[in-house]
């Protein structure tokens, strides 16, 4: 029997989720919609509820047809093993707070130093989501914010360290001086650097005294520019 140290890989919202599949289930003898999930553990994107129930898929939790709208079954085998009791009494006790909560969709890797190859990922398969209040959001499109995590130092003058996760809003055209994910068309890299325009070329440049962190130029018609940087989230061990 697994015990103990897989049942805390579970977070307190995929427990909510299995408790609801499993009250729901009990009460109305099919199982509920991706919306009715998410309504009930107070989840605002579908995306969001979508990753985590594809995290219990992975740990053979609970089964999904896609295809099916109410396609969902639970593996009541797997949720034995991992300790959790078939209990549909359970009172919910969701956070109020929960609803002002914006999930964005982390989309991958970024460098802060030397450019490196970045695939393009639909936010639809999201390696992961970063939590934020509405607050901090505000004067912001949410469906335009995605973030990526940062590799390297050359951005720390700016107070981004490695490790961090930008928050960015995706845009085209960037302003002089402003922080952005620009991808190098012909050098197939990307890389998080203050914007600047030199007549017909564009300088990407670094935040860091060291000698090891150069400006980048290439002409203007070689750099896309991803998005501009409106935030940055760091988290301690």
Known sequence: MNTGSEVRKLSERQRN??????KFLDEN???????EIGETVNISSTSVT???LTK??????????????RGITLNFQRLHEYGISVDTDRTFNFPQSASSLIAIPVL????AGQPIAVETIDPANAEDFVELTAELCRNRDQNRLFALRVKGDSMIDAGVLDGD???????????????????????????????????KMIELRPANPS??????????DR???????VSVVRIYD
Not at 17 to 22: A, D, E, K, R, S
Not at 29 to 35: A, D, M
Not at 223 to 229: E, L, Q, S
Request: hydrophobic share 35%.
């Open 29 to 35: 003898k099919y199982p509920p919609t991706i919306r």
């Open 108 to 111: 991958g890797h970024i460098a």
């Open 211 to 220: 000698p090891e962190y150069k400006p980048i130029e290439r002409p203007a």
């Open 223 to 229: 750099v896309r520019i991803k998005g501009k940087v």
């Open 50 to 52: 979508n990753y985590n």
């Open 165 to 199: 996760i930008v928050i960015l809003q995706h845009q085209e055209t960037a302003e002089e001086g402003e922080m952005v994910a620009a991808w190098i068309e012909g050098d197939e890299e990307t890389t998080l650097k203050h914007f600047h325009r030199r007549g």
């Open 17 to 22: 989720i299995i408790y609801f599949i499993m």
């Open 56 to 69: 219990l898929v992975e740990m053979g939790l609970v089964e999904r047809q896609k295809e099916v709208s």
